[in-house]
């Protein structure tokens, strides 16, 4: 079983419509959360980060977290063409230091 | 602030030769790791650096190596080079290193070993 799980796609949803994306994690006591969005040769830059259960809200990102499911969720609103890309799940271990392990990723495509 | 840099933007090497990957982290930034990534593997833990130490290691053999400089700039060698180790190479800086600290990465060194 991989340590970070994500359906590598493509996912696609309309222009306008909610991006759904999904990623599972196995260490039960995982305790830091981050999704990054990752554009084609681009390296990754950071869009949330959720720490403790329920749902964070960033502009059209809301990012949710059920640590009994050990599971992360991100939610985009309003999907733009300019949202295309691939989003990677990232989950940082208990036990101090950064070790931040990365799920394969899930391609989003915004159909205009 | 200027972001994370990383040296060379592309590399091409042969099986057998070693490389050395140079990532100059975000001023103030102690902690430095470094990833691998593959279109199969994603992206995948090497190694982390915190004031000249390294506090965690990934699974990858021997030949990969790293090491930090006191102005925290951070190297990391690739000896014997193999095909499988053509990927992109992206560094990672973070203030302290703690979990839940921000990691901004550099625009990475794509190696290609023919």
């Known amino acids: 079983q991989k340590e970070v799980e994500q359906n590598s796609g493509p996912l696609s949803v309309p222009e306008g419509a909610i991006a759904s994306l999904n990623c599972t994690y196995s260490d039960r006591v995982s305790q830091s959360f981050f999704w990054y969005r990752q554009y084609s040769g681009k390296s990754p830059e950071l869009i949330m980060s959720i720490y403790s259960n329920g749902d964070k809200e960033d502009g059209r990102f809301t990012a949710q977290l059920n640590k009994a499911s050990q599971y992360v969720s991100l939610l985009i609103r309003d999907s733009q063409p300019s949202d295309s890309a691939t989003y990677l799940c990232a989950v940082n271990r208990s036990g101090g230091y950064q070790k931040v392990t990365f799920g394969i990723g899930t391609k989003l495509q915004v159909i205009p | 602030k200027a972001g994370v840099t990383q040296t060379p933007r592309y590399l091409i090497k042969t099986r057998g030769q070693q490389v050395t990957l140079s990532c100059s982290p975000i001023s103030g930034h102690r902690s430095v790791s470094w990833y691998q990534q593959t279109p199969g593997q994603g992206l995948q833990f090497l190694f982390e650096?915190?004031?000249?130490?390294?506090?965690n290691k990934g699974n990858f053999p021997g030949r990969f190596s790293g090491r930090q400089f006191s102005n925290s700039r951070s190297e990391m060698n690739v000896s014997t080079l193999e095909l499988g180790d053509s990927a992109l190479y992206l560094c990672?800086?973070?203030?302290?290193?703690?979990?839940?600290?921000?990691?901004?990465f550099g625009p990475g060194t794509r190696l290609t070993v023919l």
């Open positions: 650096y915190f004031s000249e130490t390294q506090r």
């Open positions: 990672a800086s973070s203030s302290s290193g703690s979990k839940g600290d921000t990691q901004y």
